[in-house]
């Protein structure tokens, strides 16, 4: 099924929030405006986007270290994410989970996740929920190319199978974990190519053309709704920037700046809107001020936020609390 | 009232759950054949839907059940031994437990995970002989170890009931072990510890399969002249502080016999809470029974050596009453 004009543009205006939302926050780490580090989504745009077009609010996703775009593209409010950056109260968590850890449950965001590999099996119980309540809502694991070597994926992936799970696997190959080389680290050249191990249809697609992305998840996540159970695409794509912020201080020397370069001609973000133009879709210069102008709301909205009380860091952790519960360190 | 074993109380506790709650469902290894006798007949009379063979990937169901339980389910995990816990380590403590946290108080994860025949059995050596419920405590996660066949129930409705992650403990020492249980739908809160026999002379804090051994070392110490006060915790996060507290204060002398390792066991928090909390009626020193921290030995003639006998309890229990501090 070939995307709507509004879909059309709909993509290009989520892909320059990432875009920007990104830089952005890189801006606010180097400022110490927050804390830590982030991992980000710079490049690998048109995948977060052309996975979560295809998906409706009910859906359900699970989302990895390199959330934000995965997040953004779920519908997740910027307001609450930069709020969750800075620590502030009115972040997603509260500000006890940051950067890798953005859950929004009423968006169907079932979180980021800080363990590689994790959030894969949450993503297939979501799924076994929705078949055991006979809904035709479906999932989504998002994962990179470091975490299909990780045990907790595979014994998801086969559990999907066996179960028939109305939930989708999508393969984020950046080509890297960290500085590892998915070639050093997999002999096949095809990760979707392990799909067929448990008996499951796969894709491997363009990562870097969120139509292509946007069409293969529509038709698999079809099939997972109509009862066909779950599917595995792989997406190519490519971070433009370091593994995490921190990066660029470490001085790490493992792919050329010319393979760099090579997939910096493929950026969606510069591709797509040349495309749009001639299509006559929409004028992306204008779509470009509404989201600088989203996002400067945004990060007001953060700053002007409240701290959490320190207090505050002993709510939550139980939906049935006991006295002393938890014990406090003192 | 009616005798019971104690693993026919677990299932009938499990049982009426699935009957009254159609959101409660069984995953985990064998459970439609039920080799371990928790889920017998349940198949059968409850459905694929309801009781799912899972492959052997621990890890992976246990993350399942995550989401299931985020997504309005309330799964009821078997592990099939306790080493299991080891292997979807991860999956249990730092995703089922701190996601809520982590995500603000977002949402609840209703899952129950029972650690079936946990702790020793003979000849089954160091990989299937743990009992590792500090682990899980230390972790923050809500853990439970019914020492009766009327808790054995109690208690798994309770953790079914419960809107968190609950692990329920159920050692082989007292799978078989018979006791009266109440008729109907009654509830083992969680956070109540038990008193298992009242006494006055000195406390003993006893955890699951020994409760059985500590409630006949007091019947000796009783023919001795002691009486002496055996207190099961049964809930061990949270844990009932109150009903300890009160005990020690009452007693001013305390003997933990518990079957986790010395080093960071659940002993050595009793010990800490006792300390802390009743200094001044102590009349004696915090005394622990404990599994010396090596792996369970296979041949049965090193057992003593390792695992908390009730000869060495007996001894802990009089050098306790003995002391007399000026
Ligand atoms: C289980 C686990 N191992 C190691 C790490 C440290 N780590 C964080 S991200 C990462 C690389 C992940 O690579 P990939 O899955 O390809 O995702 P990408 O960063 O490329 O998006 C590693 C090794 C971790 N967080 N979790
Ligand atoms: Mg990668």
Redesign the pocket.
Known sequence: MNASDNQLVGFYRCMRLIRRFEERVVELVNRNEIVGTT?EYVGEEAVATGVCHALGVEDVITS???GHGHILAKGGDPRRMVAELMGRKTGYNGGRGGSMHIADLGLGIYGAN?????GVPIACGAAMAFKQRDSSRVAVAF?????IN?GVVHEAMNLACIWQLPVVFVC?N?G???TASIRDMSRIQKLSDRAAAYGMPAETVDGMDVRAVHAATTALVARARAGGGPSFIECLTY?FVG?FTAERALGLKYRTEQEVAEWRLRDPIATYPLWLRDQKLCDPARVDEEVEAQLEEAIAYARESELPAPQDALQGMYAVTYPGLPARGW | MREMRYLEAMREGLREEMLRDDAVFVLGEDVRNSVRGLTKGLFQEFGAKRVYDTPISEAGFTGLATGAAIAGMRPVVEYQINALVFVAFDQLVDQAQKLRYMMGGQGTIPVTYVVMASGARRGLSGQHSDHPYPLLVHMGMKTVMPATPEDAKGLMKAAIREDDPVVIFAPSALLANKGPVPDGDYLTPLGRARIAREGKDLTIVALGPLVPDALKCAETLAAEGVSAEVIDPRSLLPLDHDTLLRSVRKTGRVVIFDDSNRTCGYAAEISAVVADQAWHALRAPVRRITRSDVPVPFSIALDTCVLPSPERLLEACRASVKETRT
């Open positions: 991992h990895t270290h390199r800080g363990i590689v590999g994790a994962f990179g190319d470091g975490a990780q984020e950046n890297y974990g960290i971070r593994h």
